[in-house]
């Protein structure tokens, strides 16, 4: 068996992994900042309502 083969097998898997582990990390801050931005989002509209309601009486 030929160590550069072997090497060269341990050097692609170890490609993979940290492609998989890169591709991971953004996935998950991806989400992480979706999740902040709708929390925002639904804190601001509830903010905006609130002040609609202050100034002409309930929406519904």
Request: aromatic fraction near 6%; avoid cysteine; charge should be positive.
């Amino acid at each position: 068996m030929d160590p550069n083969d072997l090497l060269t097998g341990a050097g692609l898997i170890g490609l993979v992994i940290g492609l998989a582990i890169y591709l991971a990390v953004l996935a998950l801050m991806l989400w992480i900042g979706y999740l902040i931005i709708k929390a925002a989002v639904r804190n601001g509209l509830r903010e905006h309502s609130m002040w609609l309601e202050s100034r002409r009486g309930p929406l519904r």
